[in-house]
């Protein structure tokens, strides 16, 4: 028998006018029909008193035991970017173009999420040239504002999150209240590896802003009104692929880089498609 999985991830809100959500309020006729003659109900991918990113969700959702085989966001991000990586000798991080004063207080996480794919990829390939880092490292645009870093040697992925709206709590990333100040990366251990690579995201963070914040993408943003693009936050390390079982007659559809890793390390035929 077939079946058809619609994951729509991030769709509550709260009520506004007229005391409904948006999805109260919009015509949606095939969805509509799914809930109608579908199955449907409550889960809570970790437990009730946490709140998932959609790594960690939409793993659990597929039958996988998040404890057991999740491995941070970072991988996942940076395979459905089409990054190549094999063994431990990396850690990736998913990230965001955000927005922040001279003074590192934080406007927008997402660089108020006008900023284009276009503008977004014309960034990156300056920081890629520009930063100087001890080791190889790859920092690519995905969609809009968001990105992937690869840090490429002998390092841990036990190091905090930069994004402030987000805490590493073991390998997942859980969200929290809003913090208006970045907070610079951590080592979540004493050892050297972690220290030093606490150090050197600290370092790509730091240069980000000092390139960016004077880039002429950003002065064209600025006249538009627009909030700049000036400043790269890091999250969610990860430092392997994750081995789970395969759903080889399974397909996803899906635009979005987490999901497409996800998807290929769970060993689904890939359909995708970009956002206009």
Not at 192 to 209: D, E
């Amino acid at each position: 028998m077939k079946n058809i999985f619609v994951i729509i991830d991030g769709a509550s809100d709260k009520p506004g006018f007229g005391y409904k959500t948006p999805y109260q309020r919009a015509i949606k006729r095939n969805l509509d029909y799914f809930a109608l003659n579908g199955k449907t109900g409550m889960h809570y991918p970790i437990d009730s008193k946490t709140a998932p990113e959609s790594d960690v969700a939409i793993t659990a959702l597929l039958g996988y035991d998040p404890y057991r085989y999740f491995v941070g966001r970072g991988p996942l991000e940076a395979l459905g970017a089409g990054m190549k990586l094999k063994g431990k000798n990396f850690v990736a991080f998913r990230c965001n173009f955000a927005t922040v004063s001279d003074k590192y207080k934080l406007f927008d996480r997402r660089a108020g999420r006008t900023l284009t794919t276009d503008e977004a990829k014309e960034l990156a390939d300056y920081l890629n040239k520009k930063i100087a880092l001890p080791v190889p490292f790859k920092f690519i645009s995905t969609t809009e504002h968001r990105g992937v870093l690869v840090l490429f040697g002998r390092l841990s992925d036990n190091v905090s999150n930069v994004d402030p709206a987000y805490e590493r709590k073991g390998k997942f990333g859980v969200a929290r209240l809003f913090a208006q100040k970045l907070e610079f990366c951590k080592a979540l251990d004493k050892s050297a590896l972690a220290k030093k690579t606490a150090n050197i995201v600290n370092m790509f963070v730091h240069q980000s802003h000092l390139l960016l914040d004077i880039h002429p993408v950003n002065d064209v943003r600025r006249k538009r009104k627009l909030k700049a693009a000036n400043i790269v936050l890091v999250r969610d390390a990860g430092n392997k692929l994750p081995e789970t079982p395969k759903k080889k007659r399974w397909a996803a559809i899906t635009g979005m880089p987490l999901e497409k890793g996800i998807s290929s390390a769970a060993g689904m035929k890939v359909l995708s498609f970009e956002y206009l």
